[in-house]
């Protein structure tokens, strides 16, 4: 397998938006808009999000400092021109900010880029 980039923003809600708000629109509306666009469809190879569970964050306390985030949006593509040219996209800026301007504190929010090397892996079979 190629080795691709991954783009992680560790996203925190804005102040007075419901958990449950912040969850639904997130995985709902936004992750729409993300994906309705021409450059999403042509440079991501995957787009996942991480939502927290405050009760299993809670209990890793007790292990582990864990980090304050709300959730972790993970965009992974060829290569870091691909994953720039996505976030400074023209319709990417006049969709998708405006909309998490909604539910998301982007000044409290933070970015991390790179690869992966994975050093470990079982392929599961689904369930289902």
């Not at 964050?57 to 060829?78: C, M, N, Q, Y």
């Not at 690869?115 to 470990?120: G, L």
Request: hydrophobic fraction near 45%.
């Amino acid at each position: 397998m190629p080795q691709l980039v991954k783009l992680s923003l560790y996203i925190k809600r804005k102040e007075g938006v419901s958990m449950e708000f912040f969850h639904k629109h997130w995985s709902g509306e936004h992750a729409k808009i993300i994906m309705g666009l021409p450059i999403a469809q042509k440079v991501l190879v995957k787009y996942c999000q991480y939502h927290v569970n405050s009760q299993q964050l809670a209990a890793l306390s007790a292990i582990t400092k864990p980090v304050h985030f709300d959730g972790v949006a993970e965009f992974w593509g060829r290569s870091y021109e691909d994953l720039a040219a996505f976030i400074s996209d023209p319709e990417f800026i006049r969709l998708v900010w405006p909309d998490g301007e909604k539910f998301l504190d982007t000044a409290a929010s933070e970015a991390f880029i790179g690869y992966e090397a994975v050093k470990h892996e079982v392929k599961v079979e689904s369930e289902m």
